[in-house]
């Protein structure tokens, strides 16, 4: 037993010394932990701290965004226009009342273009419908719709304003100033009524003489026919000039009207000893337009080449084309006409011509201006004169 005591005790300091060193490095590994995880929490509180501002921006910025959306959503629905947001395929994602109010449900979720076939009404004018009455309850409305360039992933925002008031008061406004221009120029009318109106009687009291030989008696029955055609001609442009143009839109080939035209005209200038020329180049384009009321003012622009040709002069009918419009031009090489008189050729009852009653012109402006084209006139003085019409090539396309 004596001989095991001093085994055990050395076998214990060696464990001893051990487990000190062994503790050692616990208490050093320990205190490496710990300021590990005392570098953690110090982060875990910067982390905290930055998360906690982040929520705090993220949750503004949620509240400004509802406060906007909110915003939006009122000045939308408060619109006194309508508003349609179509996607990428053409169907309706959005919509607010004031356009429900004018072409009726259902909108959400429908395609645009059957809601147009549907219940839309094509008027004469570019981006302009009446809403059929069967889709809504009140009488039928006349819109215009405007679309916005289609954006990067092919939305497409829709304007829709209900025009009916207006165009009813602008109808109005132009009959007013048709029949003001009237009044304005009563007298002058009256005159010109007056004279040939006095002539024909003149030729008609003629003929009752009976010292008349047969060739001077029919001689003054042509002329009394001849003024009594004149005065009808004035009563009809007078009566086109009060009541506006018709518009009777139909699908009119432009090389059709110009040789109807060339087959109605080119007797007329033959009489005359002058020439016509027609430039086509219109490309067999359709138009959608009022074929009679097109037909006449064109017709109208050629007489007035006519009457200021000289002999063997030269008329040109022409068409040219573009992406968006249809030009048609009469041109010829009459003494032109000086820049002051360009400016009122247009005016109702002013001409230049003895016999001319001043409504000619004023009329085509009218027909083109109800097709939403325009007429010009180019001119120089001994230079001839040229009037181009311009009309557009489409109308009422959709959106």
Sequence with gaps: MQNNEPLRFRTSSADQEQLQIAFAAFNEASQQLSGVYQELQCRVAELTHELALANGELHKQLLAKEDLSKKLSFLLNALPGGVVALNAEGCVEQVNPAAVAMIGEPLMGQVWQKIVE?????????????????????????????????????????LINDITQAYLMQ????????????????????????????????????????????????????????RLHHLESLTKDMLRFVKGETTQFEDVAVTDVLLELQQVIEPQLMQHELQLVVRDHSQGVILK??????????????????????????IVLASEMD???????????????????????????FTTRAQGTGLGLAIVRGVIQSMGGTVHIHSRLEAGSEFLIRLPRTRNQGV
């Design 118 to 158: 549907g219940r839309l009404s094509a008027t004469n004018m570019s981006n302009e419908w009446y809403v059929r009455k069967d889709h809504v309850s009140a009488d039928k409305i006349r819109i215009r719709i405007e679309s916005s360039a289609a954006d990067s992933t092919g939305r497409q925002i829709l």
């Design 171 to 226: 109808e109005k406004v132009k009959r007013n100033q048709r029949l003001t221009a009237m009044g304005e120029m009563a007298a002058n009318l009256a005159h010109q009524l007056r004279t040939p109106l006095a002539t024909a009687l003149l030729y008609a009291t003629h003929l009752g003489s009976s010292t008349l030989t047969t060739g001077d008696r029919q001689k003054f029955a042509d002329k009394t026919v001849d």
């Design 289 to 314: 337009t009022d074929r009679q009321a097109l037909f006449g003012a064109v017709m109208s622009l050629l007489e007035n080449a006519m009457q200021a040709s000289p002999e063997e002069g030269q």
């Design 323 to 349: 992406d968006s419009t249809i030009f048609i031009s009469v041109s010829d090489d009459g003494p032109g006409i000086s820049p002051e008189l360009q400016e009122r050729l247009f005016e109702p009852f």
